[in-house]
């Protein structure tokens, strides 16, 4: 079954501390995207792709990076965690008519 | 630039009654966007809801109906009786014309009391 999934699906780290977020798709998509939900907000667009080693930024890339080394891949780096960086991030993969399927979230706690 | 506006939550409704949750749109990369709601229950990911993708139409499911209305700009929806089960976070959007970039309301939550 197609399907978008996440890991870890919570983490907790420490702040100036190095994060990375995987997600993985069998959906054979071409694009991918980053967001990242606070309570209370809707979802915000951090990097997205559609092409595997390529990526762009979106409307909060400041303290992220993203890296897509598949069409199936693409993980976001947090550097330096920060306390503001605490949040829900969603990956989602979608198509050409713009229908995107997410995965089920990942809980990251920077302390 | 495109934006979604949508009920503030949280939305309280008993069993049995129905609910509207209000959406309206600004699309200004687009004369008429694709349009969304996606749905996220407890512990899980967003997940579509339903869409449309030509103005004027009506799209439904799971007993949800929303219409795009271009004159109003909104995508309303509404559901003639809800269950316990609705109890999520509902999401408006738009799709915008550059990458294939979706534009998300912050999110309304429902609580359907029993």
């Known amino acids: 079954e197609a399907a978008v999934t996440q890991s870890p699906r919570s983490k907790v780290a420490v702040t100036g501390g190095k994060v990375t977020l995987s997600c993985h798709q069998t959906?054979?998509?071409?694009?991918m995207y980053w967001y990242r939900q606070d309570t209370g907000h809707g979802l915000r667009l951090i990097h997205y792709?559609?092409?595997?080693?390529?990526?762009e930024k979106g409307d909060i890339p400041d303290g992220y990076k993203a890296s897509r080394p598949s069409q199936e891949n693409f993980s976001l780096i947090l550097e330096l965690a920060s306390l503001s960086q605490t949040a829900v991030y969603f990956c989602?993969?979608?198509?050409?008519?713009?229908?995107?399927?997410f995965g089920p979230g990942t809980r990251l706690t920077v302390l | 630039g495109d934006s979604v506006t949508q009920t503030e939550g949280p939305v309280t409704v008993s069993e049995s009654e129905s609910l509207i949750i209000n959406c309206t749109y600004s699309?200004?990369?687009?004369?008429?966007?694709?349009l969304f709601w996606y749905v996220r229950y407890p512990g899980e990911g967003l997940q579509l809801l339903l869409k449309?993708?030509?103005?004027?139409q009506k799209g439904s499911s799971r007993g949800f109906e929303a219409t795009y209305n271009k004159e109003t700009t909104s995508f309303h929806l509404q559901k003639a009786s809800v269950q316990e089960s609705d109890s999520a976070v509902y999401y408006c959007?738009?799709?915008?014309?550059?990458?294939?970039?979706?534009?998300f309301g912050d999110g309304t939550q429902l609580v359907v009391k029993p």
């Open positions: 989602a993969s979608g198509t050409a008519e713009t229908e995107q399927f």
């Open positions: 959906n054979n998509h071409d694009y």
């Open positions: 792709s559609y092409v595997a080693d390529s990526t």
């Open positions: 699309a200004t990369s687009i004369a008429y966007p694709n």
């Open positions: 449309v993708i030509t103005a004027g």
């Open positions: 959007a738009l799709a915008s014309n550059s990458n294939n970039r979706i534009f």
